[in-house]
């Protein structure tokens, strides 16, 4: 298992049209907003929004492809194979269900929902996902306020005889739900703007979403936003106030044992407004469990058994004794293994436990609004799976930002401390396929050469305590190496011994093996720069330069690349989509703390 995060930089890209469009629909169509308007004045277009989606399928695998290649590809198999594995395997339960026909059919969609969700995580940048899902989610909080209050029909539901609010999603569950995280989402984007006025909407429009929250009697929504919310502050405040190890621990326990003592002292589900078995859920989850039992190995097929239709009406009736229609098991876990067995639903969970610990490991590493809130949701949606089966659900939001905020993270531009113009912007690039070339271009490369020409050169005092802002004369530049080498090779070649001298002393105090590594591509980058400075054709053999390419190649791939297994590394991975061009940077820059 391989965990990734986003710890070397990028270059910034474009956002791209094609996905701006598909996060909007995505956001419109997967939360449910614009079916529930549509269908509640004409419920014919309810066929018409499946040919949105299945436009969109097409749109955004066209899209990954002519903009990514096959390199998002080969990045879910680096980085996300147990997810691979999971829609693999459900895919071929079709084999086995129940109804083959339905199976076929919903998978399909499953399917392309994970491919809309990939398409938005690789083309758009975190934080402009999210607050274009502030402006629609804001928008569709203040909609169901005024359906509510002054369109009953549309905006209020009847839930055990006593209206409650749904405003303009399919249910008041969905409204709680999104209530919720639009809470989350607003509380956390008032910190990546230092503007008053937008601190204070965004806390204003967080306000209105408790209000709305608590008028959809969504309770597990409203838990899920309280766990979520409590964890997020607790790292945010231990992060950003820089507590310690010792005071971490304390103030985790503190909080682990207020919330375990209200649970065990106060009634919870009278507060929440449900009874014990959480409105009959107990007994839903009882049956689902006698039918995992009886298929514990492949389960009845993907969406043969829930959500049933008029015509799979009778495998739900046939194998259970509900008294009435059950549209869902209410648990997430319950319903994966029901419908592809219990070993996809471990691997499920294998899955859900790599992915948080890059998110916590993402929020640890640079404390960032973005990241703040892909956690917090990440708990909510988990959490929401307790009572609710929101898990492996195709044509759901809920289902495509859990598979796309992440992805969207750990290529998120951080390019903040790298000052516009300077040779580091310029050397710090990654493999970024995008509109400035095709898949696997190196334009970080491209850019170097203006930058190096532009930029002073340092001193050798600089170059000592700085190395990082030396230029790279790396062969591998050819023609985009430095100009200032070429007009004067003996300064820059002093410069590049500086730059040597510094980093094989910084490298040494690390362990043996990775001392050498460092020594050998800094070696293999000293040949390099003194061809190109000063015009020496090395007359050694192809052969050798060959050999020495590939020793340096694999000393340097083993210093960025590595298994969670290897305890010699602090979860560090490599980010680039193209691995045989993932090192062009031989030593990267220190972290400001470690200066």
Known sequence: MRFVTYTQDSLPSRVSPVGMLMLIAAILLGSGVLPAVAIHFEPTTERLFTLLWLVMYLGAFLGLMFRHGINWISWLLRYRILLVLLLLGTAASVAWSLDARVSAERVVHLLGTSIVAFHIGFSMPLLTTLRVLAVLLGIAILASVGTALGYPALGLESYEGVQVWRGVFISKNDLGFWSAASVLLFITLSESTRELFWRVFCFVMAGIAVGVLIMSQSATSLMAMLVAGAVALYLYISIRFQLGFVRMVVLAVLMVAIVGLAIANIDTASIVGRTGDLTGRGEVWRQTWKLILDQPLTGYGYGALWFPT?????????????????????????????????????????????????IFYCQYQRQQAGVLFVLAFSIAFLISNYSEARFLISRELYWILFLALPISMLRQINDT???????????????????????????????????????????????????????????????????????????????????????????????????RRAATALKRSSIGSAGIGSGIVDDGSQEHDDAADVEAEQDVFDMTHTSFDDDRYDLDFDLDFDDASATDDWVDPPDERDR
């Open 310 to 358: 008029g015509e799979t009406l009778r495998i739900q009736e046939s194998l259970t004794d509900f008294s009435w229609v059950v549209y869902h098991a209410h648990n997430g876990f319950l319903q994966v293994a029901s419908e592809v067995g219990l070993p996809l639903a471990m691997l499920a969970l294998l899955w859900v436990v790599q992915q948080m610990i890059e």
């Open 417 to 515: 401390r790298v000052p516009q113009g300077s040779m580091a912007g310029g050397a710090r690039s990654t493999v970024m396929p995008g509109p400035m070339g095709p898949p696997g271009t190196r334009h970080g490369a491209a850019m170097m050469h203006g930058a190096m020409a532009a930029a002073p050169t340092p001193s050798a005092a600089e170059l000592r305590e700085r190395p990082w802002l030396a230029p790279r004369q790396s062969a591998r530049f050819g023609a985009h190496g430095s100009s200032a080498a070429a007009s004067d090779p003996a300064g820059a070649a002093g410069a590049d011994a500086v730059v040597r001298n510094t980093r094989t002393e910084q490298y040494s105090k690390r362990s043996p093996g990775e001392g």
